[in-house]
């Protein structure tokens, strides 16, 4: 069973920095992508990033470009989402997401509980 774990978020200033982290286990898939997704107060899911596993090719949100930043650790078993020079309009829930290598998140069939992030003064 697939089961993703979010952890890391919490209240941060604008400026700062916050690093994500989400525990995946259960894969059976040998070929995937991950991504972070977020949702913020009173609006729908936005893609932020994503990660293939199988070539570590990256990819981002406009808007986060250069201030954000995906790994996944050696093991396979952790996905990261550093951020930095965190703005108001970051403050939203940010899920994890896993599926098959080639899909859209849109598709992907598991995900997070989410960890909320806010950005406030």
């Known amino acids: 069973q697939v089961q993703l774990v979010e952890s890391g978020g919490g209240l941060v200033q604008p400026g700062g920095s916050l690093r994500l982290s989400c525990a995946a286990s259960?894969?059976?898939?040998?070929?995937?992508?991950l991504s972070w997704v977020r949702q913020a107060p009173g609006k729908g899911l936005e893609w932020v990033s994503s990660?293939?596993?199988?070539?570590?090719?990256?990819y981002y949100l406009d808007s986060v470009k250069g201030r954000f930043t995906i790994s996944l650790d050696n093991a396979k078993t952790t996905l990261y989402l550093q951020m930095n020079s965190l703005k108001s309009e970051g403050t939203a829930v940010y899920y994890c997401?896993?599926?098959?290598?080639?899909?859209?998140?849109?598709?992907?069939?598991?995900w997070g509980q989410g960890t909320q992030v806010t950005v406030s003064s």
């Open positions: 259960g894969f059976t898939r040998s070929s995937y992508s």
């Open positions: 997401a896993q599926g098959a290598f080639g899909t859209t998140w849109s598709e992907y069939d598991y």
């Open positions: 990660i293939d596993r199988n070539n570590s090719n990256t």
